[in-house]
């Protein structure tokens, strides 16, 4: 039975300002160095932010690692020798092209430009003013820092922009040491910088970010068959996120947009209230990096494939999410705002798999603190548990589910007789009794992923 009757008008986002403010009010996500203005491009994970993301990163890993025999684990250092970069062609080659309005200041990222007015030649004019736009320039993504007591041209060192690198150049060192035969793949998560020209949209563009990323090694003659398993296993990844199917759509690119790296890519999207956006690529780049670091450092790539009888440099479909993008996706779908008997209620209907609090405790009264705390200690053996006694039980409804907890439980004073609490869900907001012996087992169930 429906314990607030009349839902009605299910009002999303159309902008991500309320999103933005309900993640720093309830310690989601803040801005970063906020009280000495922010600093554009840079955010901080918040209480329930950093639960939520790691809870993303573990559905990937057990995903792409944990249930696969064909994929192992990596975690590389951030700064790397530059010659990687030489290598990899990202010095030569990461950039954007931008124009600058003589006139307001405004800088625009041209493909961004060009998309967003529906036109294939770069404008002269300012969009927003009419002023006049400079020459496209280039600006380089990478950020730079130095490594060791002298800061010159041969101390300099890079933030990497993405983690694939460190995988490739590691690659006959875990092929070695795990004795694992192509088709294989390496998968990391970590930290990866670019100096974008237009952060922007809250975390979505970032100049600090994570990035999931898996790259498997196939045979030339498999890089299609492997393709188009990881296109669909990526998909099916998604929608297990509990992300919306109308909402998630495959982009090919087109020629002139693929990566110095790519041979063919197709891009997982998610319809933002901002458009259609990234969330993942998938691609296949081919033996290009093998190939350039074999190339570079002098060191043999190759490898030698004991079934084909044939030494060979793998290819490698790669598949690179982001992980702080995937966490906004996720907020961003499962946020909304209902009209319930004349009054509003904001929720948060994430999959109960990846919710930052699982449980929220509550006694019906402060006179049942004692059993009520005790039944909370027990649960939170298992999930991560919130004890509440503060307000009304209403109120305490709304709080959690503004921040996303699925489940409440309540004991009240028919729970120290018949030995059972009220069990509230989230989203139907239905309430049962269930007995406390079986209360553990009924959330675990109900909390696995479907
Ligand atoms: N190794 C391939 C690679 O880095 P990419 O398309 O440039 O490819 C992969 O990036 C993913 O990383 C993107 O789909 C996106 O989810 C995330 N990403 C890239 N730039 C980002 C940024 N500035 N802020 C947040 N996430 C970003």
Redesign the pocket.
Known sequence: MANDQQVADDQELDSLDALVSLCKRRGYIFQSSEIYGGLN?FWDYGPLGVELKNNVFDFWWDAVVRQREDVVGYDASIIMHPKVWEASGHLGNFYDMMVDCTECKRRYRTDHLMRDLGISELPKECPNCGGELSEPREFGLMFETFVGATKDSQSVAYLR????QAIFVNFRNVQMSTRMKVPFGIAQRGK?F?N?VT?RNF?????E?E?M?MEFFVHESEERQWFDYWREARMQWYLGLGIREERLRFREHDADEL?HYARYTT?VEYQFPFGWQ????I?NRGSFDLSMHNKHSGKDQAYFDEARQEKYVPSVV?I???L???VLTVLVDAFAVEQINGEERTVLRLAPHIAPRQVAVFPLSKKLGEQARKLADELQRRFNVLYDEQGSIGKRYRREDEVGTPFCVTFDFNSLDDGRATVRDRDTMEQERVALDALAEYLADKLAPR
Do not use: K, M, Y
């Not at 922009?161 to 694939?164: D, R, V």
């Not at 975390?203 to 100049?207: A, G, H, L």
């Not at 990234?278 to 690529?281: D, P, S």
């Open positions: 491009g922009p993405e983690t694939a990866a670019r974008e952060p975390t979505f563009r970032s100049r970010f990035q990323e990566a891009d990234e969330l993942e690529g691609c790669e690179s999410a982001g702080d993008r995937t």
